[in-house]
């Protein structure tokens, strides 16, 4: 069945410190996987994606690695900011458009 | 400017009732999505909608109907509302079915049926 699953539902971590949110998924019929932040009250937020056929992208602070070979993403955070306190999801993109969901990690981040 | 939006960020109704949750999208975009995040804020998507043409139908009950007068508004339309229907309602549109870069979600609808 389709399914994107991540580890932890909370992570806690200190002001300043790199943070690491990691996601398993099971489909393999995706062209994107994405990483969304989603703020209390708010619609999650697109962060950053890879295309299917890349193992790591980085943006600002923010760096995503996927390993096909055993269906892991993860998304490393440098130097986490109070503002980065979210539920984080994974999603993978079907060529349909449809995004599949995983269930959301709690991020703290103590000052 | 708001880039998605929807209508009415709360909605609390009685079960049995009829409701309807409106999505506008100034992006220009050809492709719109409703998605249900549950109270363990799983999302799960519900319909998309192409330049008005029904792309995805999950297994969601036939109360819920959407309408796409134009490629620029999605509404979703609950027949005989249901405590079950509780959640958040999250409109989304893209570009296309193609990148995932632009696809952007309203702040959405917290349904509470009593």
């Known amino acids: 069945g389709e399914s994107v699953g991540l580890h932890l539902p909370t992570l806690s971590v200190q002001e300043g410190d790199n943070s690491i949110i990691n996601c398993a998924y099971s489909n393999s019929a995706s062209d994107y996987f994405i990483w969304y932040k989603q703020e209390s009250g708010k619609g999650p937020q697109f962060i950053i994606d890879?295309?299917?056929?890349?193992d790591k992208r980085q943006g600002q602070r923010v760096t995503v690695l996927l390993n096909k070979t055993v269906k892991h993403l993860s998304l490393q955070i440098a130097a986490t900011q109070p503002g980065d306190s979210a539920v984080y999801f994974c999603a993978e993109k079907l060529y349909t458009g449809k995004l599949i969901f995983g269930q959301g990690t709690t991020l703290q981040v103590k000052p | 400017d708001t880039a998605v939006s929807q209508t009415p960020k709360y909605l609390v109704t009685q079960m049995g009732n009829d409701k309807s949750i409106k999505c506008e999208q100034n992006?220009?975009?050809?492709?719109m999505y409703w998605y249900k995040q549950d109270s363990k804020k799983f999302l799960k998507i519900m319909f998309s909608y192409n330049n008005k043409e029904l792309i995805i139908n999950e297994t969601v009950p036939n109360r819920f109907s959407p309408k796409s007068p134009d490629k620029a508004h999605l509404n979703l339309h609950i027949n005989s509302l249901e405590l079950g229907d509780s959640a958040v309602y999250f409109c989304a549109s893209s570009q296309d079915l193609g990148s995932p870069v632009g696809y952007t979600f309203g702040s959405g609808t917290r349904l509470t049926v009593v």
């Open positions: 992006l220009g975009h050809d492709t």
């Open positions: 890879i295309r299917s056929n890349m």
